[in-house]
C-alpha cells in the first residue's frame, strides 16, 4: 500500500514562497508518475504540475514560470516550490501518485496567499 504524506503549507503574502514536500512511503516504480494538484473552494480539483522518475515534467500554465516540481527518487520525495505567490493559488494541495496500481492521493495540505 503506498501511502503519500504532504507538508510545507501555511499563510504566506502576496508576492512570497513556499516549498511543498510529499513524501512516499511504500513502493513506488518507475513508471509512477508524481504531481500535486489543488482545489480552491467551490473550483474542481485541478493539475498544477507533475513529473516522472527520470524528471519530465508537466506544468500547468496557470503556474508556469512560477512553480517548480523536483523528485528525489532516493528519498521517494516530490517537492513543489512555489515563487511569485498570487492571491489565485489559494487552495489544497494534494499530492498524486498515478501508475500501474492506480491512483493515490494523500491528505492535502492547505495553503492561503493573502494581500
Known amino acids: 500500500q503506498l501511502q503519500l504524506v504532504e507538508s510545507g503549507g501555511g499563510l504566506v503574502q502576496a508576492g512570497g514562497s513556499l516549498r511543498l514536500s510529499c513524501v512516499a512511503s511504500g513502493l513506488i516504480y518507475s513508471t509512477d508518475v508524481i504531481g500535486w494538484y489543488r482545489q480552491a473552494p467551490g473550483k474542481q480539483r485541478e493539475l498544477v504540475a507533475e513529473i516522472t522518475s527520470g524528471g519530465s515534467t508537466n506544468i500547468a500554465d496557470s503556474v508556469k514560470g512560477r512553480f517548480t516540481i523536483s523528485r528525489n527518487n532516493v528519498k521517494d520525495t516530490v517537492y513543489l516550490q512555489m515563487n511569485s505567490l498570487k492571491l489565485d493559488d489559494t487552495a489544497v494541495y494534494y499530492c498524486?501518485?498515478?501508475?500501474?496500481?492506480?491512483?493515490?492521493w494523500g491528505q492535502g495540505t492547505q495553503v492561503t496567499v493573502s494581500s
Open positions: 498524486n501518485c498515478r501508475g500501474r496500481r492506480g491512483v493515490y
